[in-house]
């Protein structure tokens, strides 16, 4: 499964742990390419291999998969590529909901730094929802980290469902 960074691979791979499957046990691998711009080279990487890709984009990178994999991401993943409509946090915050992302937060004591973030001058007009996106991506490691710990936090049917649907696609 190809994603486009490590907050895409430890969410999937949180799930995974959560619903009890092994991908690895499974022939499973979630690469993280370093951005979706990448994804045309790492398809040319396994190309006649007789290896079945699909993976994971937001929805402003969806045009990239579609071009190097020939099939438009969705986010159902009919095709083996799920598109997150925003992206990868946005899809969480909306699963967890601001109070469930911010007591995750406050449990990693990070809150203090989400309330700074909230006081400066140009995020005082923005929802909570918007602070949110921003302190996950703000701080380096950030997004990999709350993404493992978003997954583990939301009831596992209230994660978001194109999280389920590549990894149902990719256990096929």
Known sequence: MLVEGVSDRAA?????????????????????????????????????????????????????????LGTDPTPGAEHGVGVCVVDLEDELIKALGVAGVEEVIAREGQLGSLQTLRRQLAQRDRRPHDHLRRFLGARSGNKERFARLLVGAVELDRVPPVLHAVLDHALR
């Open 12 to 68: 999937l791979a949180e799930l995974a742990r959560r619903r009890g499957q092994d991908l690895a046990e499974c022939g499973v691998a979630l690469v993280a390419m370093g951005g979706a711009t990448n994804v045309g080279h790492y398809v040319r990487r396994w190309e006649g291999r007789g290896v079945r890709l699909g993976g994971l984009c937001d929805v402003g990178e969806a045009a990239w998969f579609a071009r190097a």
